[in-house]
């Protein structure tokens, strides 16, 4: 008598433990529809607590149709369910409904199990957003690039000033579907190897001399100050040395392509306790409040015509921010319609 207790207990709390442990959501109710057993993740779907849950009717504590409508359903009509529920307007539910039978057949209850599926669909979402993004990005030159060949071969190449005109416009465009392609491969293989494998000791104030010179043409040819201020003690930083370069070099084109001619860009960059950090700022157009927070999605441009007509893919900061953040460093930004924008990346000392 005394070992089947025991039995009976340890087989009870093996059952709790299971269910408090599960990620899925269960809920089991009576024929009534009220609820007998609850597990902690169906908790947070209803967002109320066990003893708030337990023994009351599922239309009490849910006004969600489409749960009471499966769960009506099974209880009357005997049917096991799979049905797609979104609740709380943005998590979705993959949910598993099946019909408790006693021995003669008739319906005592139900078993209701929640999977969480949100994920999945917004991972779906964004890799259709991408492959549409893509296509259209590549549409956009190549449509140009067809349209100006075409009138070429219709006879505007016997104008050899027309010609060279037209030659001119498609091979800037090929260029740009080429830039596009090299920052999608950049953007897989970096999406590909989280972990970078060539980390060294890094001083940024070298690199970023390195870039100034590289940039150094567009700087002058739009009559740009450029002031790099840093300290001589600047420790140096665990990077890819090629992978830091695309950061500095992407931050200053920007600063460079949207701040007029005769403006001025200053990079600051100093030891802030644990960090190293490197500030771009320019006296450039800024950034609307609104955009802020998407400049460093993939494609985002807050003035798509004029990033386009600069030959921008608007890759560039997601790049930044991807390469930035897999050294375990982070990205921030400031900005102010028509005063300038700062840019900024921190990384840890050594
Ligand atoms: N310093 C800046 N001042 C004002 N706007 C900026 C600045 N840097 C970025 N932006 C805005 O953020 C958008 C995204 O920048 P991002 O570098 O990702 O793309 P892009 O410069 O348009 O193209 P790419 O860098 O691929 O050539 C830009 O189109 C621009 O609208
Ligand atoms: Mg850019």
Redesign the pocket.
């Known amino acids: 008598m005394h070992l089947e207790n025991d039995y009976s207990l340890s087989k009870h709390l093996t059952m709790d433990i299971i269910l408090s442990t599960m990620v899925e959501g269960v809920l089991v109710l009576d024929k009534n529809s009220y609820i007998i057993r609850v597990n902690r993740a169906a908790e947070n779907i209803f967002m109320q607590l066990e003893n708030e849950l337990l023994y009351r009717p599922l239309q009490d504590i849910s006004g969600n149709r489409d749960i009471i409508n499966l769960v009506y359903e099974i209880l009357n009509k005997g049917k096991e369910i799979f049905q797609e529920i979104t609740f709380t307007t943005r998590q979705l539910y993959r949910v598993h409904g099946a019909p408790i039978k006693d021995n003669s057949g008739f319906v005592q209850g139900a078993v209701i199990i929640f999977y969480d599926v949100t994920e999945v669909r917004d991972f779906a979402q964004i890799r259709s957003e991408f492959v549409g993004n893509v296509s259209h990005e590549l549409r956009t030159p190549l449509t140009s690039i067809k349209g100006f060949v075409e009138t070429l071969l219709d006879g505007a190449m016997e104008n050899s000033a027309i010609c060279r005109r037209f030659l001119t416009i498609i091979d800037a465009e090929s260029d740009r579907l080429k830039?596009l392609i090299d920052?999608l491969l950049t953007l897989s293989s970096l999406e590909s190897n989280e972990e970078i494998s060539r980390l060294e000791p890094v001083c940024i104030a070298r690199s970023m001399r390195n870039v100034m010179n590289i940039l150094g043409l567009q700087i002058s040819e739009k009559n740009l100050q450029v002031e790099f201020i840093y300290s001589r003690s600047l420790p140096y930083i665990k990077a890819d040395e090629d992978l830091l370069n695309q950061v500095l070099i992407?931050l200053l084109?920007?600063?460079v392509?949207?701040?007029p001619r005769g403006g001025k860009i200053i990079i600051r960059s100093q030891r802030i306790e644990s960090r190293v950090v490197t500030t771009?700022t320019?006296t450039?157009?800024?950034?609307p409040q609104e955009?802020l927070a998407r400049?460093?999605e993939r494609f985002?441009?807050?003035?798509k015509a004029?990033?386009r007509s600069?030959?921008?893919?608007?890759?560039?900061?997601?790049i930044?921010k991807h390469i930035v953040e897999s050294h375990g460093g982070e990205v921030f930004v400031n900005?102010e319609i028509g005063k300038?924008?700062t840019?900024g990346i921190s990384f840890l000392v050594i």
């Open positions: 830039r920052d992407n084109d920007n600063a392509k949207y701040t771009f320019d450039g157009m800024g950034i955009s400049v460093f985002y441009r807050v003035d004029r990033s600069q030959g921008g893919t608007g890759l560039g900061l997601s930044v900005s300038g924008s840019f």
